[in-house]
């Protein structure tokens, strides 16, 4: 099944239109919102779940039901915990494996099985699953789909990688040289989304994402952004007509957010992937959190403290799953010129 992307993104699109409050004001009517029980903010940060849905909803190309193929049943391939603290101007981003094995929460049901299997029952299942997981407290929630991803990336004029390695991924058919690249919004979505092309799988992707994340937020913060009316105005509109906020979402709350997010700025975002092992259940690939590296990154943003110094980054290889092609041989890490 082919899977989803980074939407750490839908962050920045907030940062890249905050002083653009007429924008918010006059599309806030776009909104899809979903009704959901949430915790009240505390001790001045706010506790954001972000998910990327496998959705094809806004795809209007033929050719890109042929890419993205029809998903069975919904799945949230992306899940990032987002922690803003405007007082000390100071964010944190948690990436969660989609494979990670956990406890799911439906109402008052509990299965064993994968975090990005509590999309499937509703925006409620994902918030109860990542607060049980953690024990962080959410307050907002943002999903954003693939139409949203591709049409807010070129509305900033697309994005520049640096590829450090040659990869190509056999199952969704993508493949980029290592070197510098600029990316439109469909060779963004397939780049952020390919996870069969190099040893560490989900691992490898999370971080392609956490570096993509920066490179939008370098983007956005130019003047050929911010000072073009008519992007902007293309930034706020793409990502209001496919995201999905709660609904106590409102719009003093996503300028209030954009503010903070101005003054955080791209070096005081700090990002983490969730520590863990690959491990296997009933034949399929999971990953199962390392509890003890995780738990003092899960007490800091109870907490609201930094994490810095607490946790050490961890990734583990992924093995080749029954049935997958093997990925393509890596080259030599490449430097891209400054």
């Known amino acids: 099944m082919l899977r989803g992307v980074s939407f750490a993104l839908v962050l920045v699109i907030v940062l890249g239109v905050a002083g653009g409050y007429y924008y918010w ?19 001045g940060a706010m506790n954001i779940v972000i998910v990327g849905s496998d959705s094809r909803a806004g795809l209007t190309d033929p050719e890109d039901f042929h890419r993205f193929g029809a998903p069975a049943g919904r799945r949230s391939d992306t899940l990032i915990l987002a922690q803003i603290i405007p007082s000390q101007q100071r964010g944190v981003l948690l990436s969660i494996p989609r494979d990670l094995w956990v406890t799911v929460h439906h109402g008052p049901g509990r299965f064993e099985g994968k975090i990005n299997s509590a999309y499937n029952y509703g925006a409620q299942s994902v918030i109860d699953t990542v607060y049980a997981l953690t024990g962080v407290p959410i307050n907002h929630y943002i999903e954003v789909n693939f139409a949203g991803f591709q049409k807010m990336v070129d509305a900033i004029g697309g994005i520049d990688v640096c590829n450090q390695r040659s990869f190509y991924d056999y199952i969704i058919g993508f493949g980029l040289k290592a070197g510098p690249h600029h990316l439109g919004g469909l060779e ?7 996870r069969h092309a190099t040893a560490d799988g989900d691992f490898g992707r999370i971080k392609r994402q956490q570096e993509f994340l920066r490179a939008v937020m370098s983007k956005v913060g130019r003047p050929s952004v ?18 999905t906020v709660d609904q106590f979402f409102k719009l003093p709350d996503l300028v209030r957010l954009a503010v903070s997010l101005r003054r955080v700025g791209q070096n005081q975002l700090e990002t983490y992937s969730l520590p863990g092992r690959i491990g296997n259940v009933a034949g399929q690939s999971v990953v199962f959190v390392n509890q003890t590296q995780s738990e003092p990154l899960f007490t800091a943003l109870r907490e609201v403290k930094d994490p810095r110094g607490l946790m050490a980054q961890t990734s583990s290889p ?21």
């Open 25 to 43: 004001r006059t599309i806030s009517g776009l909104f899809q919102r979903t009704n959901v029980n949430l915790s009240e903010a505390v001790g």
């Open 188 to 194: 963004a979505l397939q780049y952020v989304r390919t």
């Open 226 to 243: 911010l000072g073009n009316p008519l992007r902007v105005n293309r930034l706020a509109t793409a990502f209001a007509q496919n995201v």
């Open 318 to 338: 992924a093995p080749t799953s029954p049935g997958r092609r093997p990925a393509a041989p890596s080259a030599a890490p490449s430097a891209c010129p400054a």
